[in-house]
């Protein structure tokens, strides 16, 4: 059974630029959460998908953003980067919601930095 | 609203136990725990939800205590391969906020 899969591995963009990442999760699974992680500000949550449908959001601007599609693939877009979203963006996949007692499983991750 | 980790860093020798304690501000619903390696994505360890419960598997167990708001990760007769951070994750009990801990690194020494 594959994993869940994080495109592109690592990215470079410019302050001012957007980006759009993408996670394929685990085949089956319905939920699929993203996260930032900074040595400064640790891991943070960004928001949950369900069955296509956000069910929770985390305490970032309007400039993240996402999406879930029918087949259960994600993406994130960070719209105007700043120098602050460089970061690793973590997702993961389980296949009730995140709060229930299933297994999450990561993707390995995504390196963005914003130069 | 980010929990609290105690302690920050922990250094054990193969065969001892740790504990590792996650303490919030707010009531929870639920209380996640991961183990980060380094350069590695997190793992999910487990989830406890409202409840009291205590969870474990193999030697590491969890119990939640939400009169306290506190969840506790107990590591018993540790191995080389349990170093790495440790992280909580939080959701609340009215809305639907999830924070993480400030971790706990763990480092296990033969």
């Known amino acids: 059974k594959a994993g869940v899969t994080q495109t592109p591995r690592y990215l470079i963009k410019t302050r001012g630029q957007q980006v759009t990442l993408s996670c394929s999760p685990i085949?089956?699974?319905?939920?699929v959460s993203w996260y930032q992680q900074t040595p400064g500000q640790g891991l943070q949550f960004l928001f949950e998908y369900f069955s296509e449908t956000q069910r929770n959001k985390g305490n970032f601007p309007g400039r993240f953003s996402g999406r879930q599609f029918s087949n259960s693939r994600s993406e994130m877009n960070v719209s105007t980067l700043e120098l602050g979203d460089s970061a690793l963006y973590l997702c993961?996949?389980?296949?009730?919601?995140?709060?229930?007692?299933?297994?999450?499983?990561f993707g390995p991750g995504t390196r963005l930095t914003v130069l | 609203q980010q929990p609290v980790q105690s302690p920050q860093a922990v250094i054990l020798r193969e065969g001892e136990d740790a504990v590792i304690n996650c303490s919030s501000s707010k009531a929870l619903y639920s209380v996640h725990w991961y183990r980060q390696k380094h350069g590695e994505a997190p793992v999910f360890l487990m989830i406890?939800?409202?409840?009291?419960e205590q969870k474990g598997h193999d030697k590491i167990s969890a119990s939640f205590n939400e009169k306290k708001q506190q969840s506790s990760l107990y590591l018993t007769a540790s191995q080389l391969s349990y170093s790495g951070t440790y992280f909580c994750?939080?959701?609340?009990?009215?809305?639907?906020?999830?924070?993480f801990g400030t971790g706990t690194s763990l480092t296990v020494i033969p």
């Open positions: 085949s089956g699974h319905r939920s």
């Open positions: 993961a996949s389980s296949f009730q919601l995140a709060t229930s007692t299933d297994t999450q499983y």
């Open positions: 406890l939800l409202k409840g009291g």
């Open positions: 994750g939080t959701e609340g009990d009215t809305g639907n906020q999830f924070y």
